[in-house]
């Protein structure tokens, strides 16, 4: 059974930058795409950014194209996001999850979650 756990996340100033890490069981061909979300206190689950699972499409949610980056190395079964020029409004705490299929998606359609890390970004 496919397990995911995040890690990386902590406190950050504005503008400045934090790698999560996102691990694997083992990747698996029934769940290919990892992608990461995040929630702030009081406010739904939004997607951040997803990755296929050879890593050739990525996708980005328009609140951090251009910040954020990820990436996948599968011999190590570990997906990565780089958060650069963080903002306050990134503070959350970021989950990744596997799912069939390609694409960014409403969380109903990811199966595997992990247990999420938080970020904080404060001065």
């Known amino acids: 059974q496919l397990q995911l756990v995040e890690s990386g996340g902590g406190l950050a100033q504005p503008g400045g930058s934090l790698r999560l890490s996102c691990t694997a069981s083992k990747f698996t061909a029934d769940y290919p795409t990892i992608g990461w979300f995040r929630q702030a206190p009081g406010k739904e689950r939004e997607v951040v950014s997803c990755i296929s699972g050879q890593g050739l499409s990525t996708g980005y949610a328009d609140s951090v194209r251009g910040r954020f980056t990820i990436s996948r190395d599968n011999a190590k079964n570990t997906v990565y996001l780089q958060m650069n020029n963080l903002k306050p409004e990134d503070t959350a705490i970021y989950y990744c999850?596997?799912?069939?299929?390609?694409?960014?998606?409403?969380?109903?359609?990811?199966?595997?979650w992990g247990q999420g890390t938080q970020v904080t970004v404060s001065s």
């Open positions: 999850a596997a799912r069939r299929g390609y694409g960014l998606g409403p969380p109903d359609r990811w199966t595997v």
